[in-house]
C-alpha cells in the first residue's frame, strides 16, 4: 500500500507539473532554436553561486534548467524524512517552458528528448532560510549520448520551498511540498 500511495502521489506531482508545462508549451512550439536544449552563456544564465558549491576547474556549462516540482517526505519514527523528488525541467531560458527532462529518486535526471541520463550524490550543501538548501552533486554514472552524457557535475542554485513540514506526524503518512531550482550542468573542459 506504501508503495501505490508514493506511486499516486509521485505521479499526481509529475502530471500538475507537466500539464501546466504543456498548457503553455503550445504557444512556444514554432519558436526556432539554435542551440541544443538547455545551452546557455554562462554569464547569462548563472545565478549567484556560493563558493562552497563551486564546481572544480576543469569542467564546462553545459545547460541551465529550471525546475518545478515537489519534495516528497515520508513518516519516519514521527518526524518527516525525505523520500523523493519529483520535477520536471525546461530549459532556462525557453518561454514555453517545455518539459526537456524529469528529475527523481537517485538523484536521476532523464531528458526526455534524448533518453540520456545522470545521477549524481551531493558533495557539497548550502542552506538557505525557507528553502531546500542549495547543492553541488557529482555525477556517479551517466548513460546515452545526449544532454547528460559525461555529466560530472550538477547544482542546485535559487531554490524556493520544498521544505518539510515541522508539524509531527504519525504512521506512514506522506506529504509532497512544491519547489522550484535551477540545475545547472557541467561536464569536463575538453
Known amino acids: ?10 505521479t499526481t506531482a509529475i502530471a500538475a507539473v507537466a500539464a501546466g508545462t ?5 504557444a512556444g ?13 554562462k554569464a547569462a544564465a548563472t545565478p549567484k553561486i556560493p563558493d562552497s558549491l563551486k564546481v572544480p576547474d576543469g569542467h564546462r556549462l ?12 515520508a513518516c519516519t519514527d514521527g518526524a518527516w524524512k525525505l523520500l523523493e523528488p519529483a520535477a520536471t525541467l525546461s530549459a532556462k ?35 538557505k532560510t525557507g528553502t531546500i ?6 555525477s556517479n554514472g551517466t548513460r ?17 520551498g520544498g521544505v518539510a513540514p515541522t508539524t509531527a506526524c504519525t504512521g506512514t503518512e506522506e506529504t509532497s511540498v512544491p519547489y522550484t531550482a535551477i540545475y545547472t550542468f557541467y561536464k569536463p573542459a575538453k
Open 1 to 10: 500500500m506504501k508503495l501505490a500511495r508514493r506511486l499516486i502521489l509521485t
Open 62 to 73: 553545459t545547460g541551465v534548467f529550471n525546475a518545478k516540482g515537489v519534495q516528497t517526505y
Open 133 to 138: 538548501p542549495e547543492l553541488l552533486l557529482k
Open 29 to 41: 512550439q514554432a519558436t526556432p532554436t539554435s542551440k541544443p536544449v538547455g545551452a546557455e552563456t
Open 93 to 127: 531560458k525557453d518561454r514555453s517552458n517545455r518539459p526537456v527532462a524529469l528529475h527523481s529518486r537517485g538523484p536521476v535526471w532523464v531528458s526526455t528528448v534524448d533518453g540520456s541520463a545522470v545521477t549524481a550524490a551531493a558533495v557539497a550543501t548550502s542552506p
Open 22 to 26: 504543456l498548457i503553455s508549451a503550445t
Open 144 to 160: 546515452g549520448t545526449g544532454v547528460f552524457a559525461d555529466v560530472s557535475y550538477i547544482q542546485r542554485l535559487s531554490t524556493t
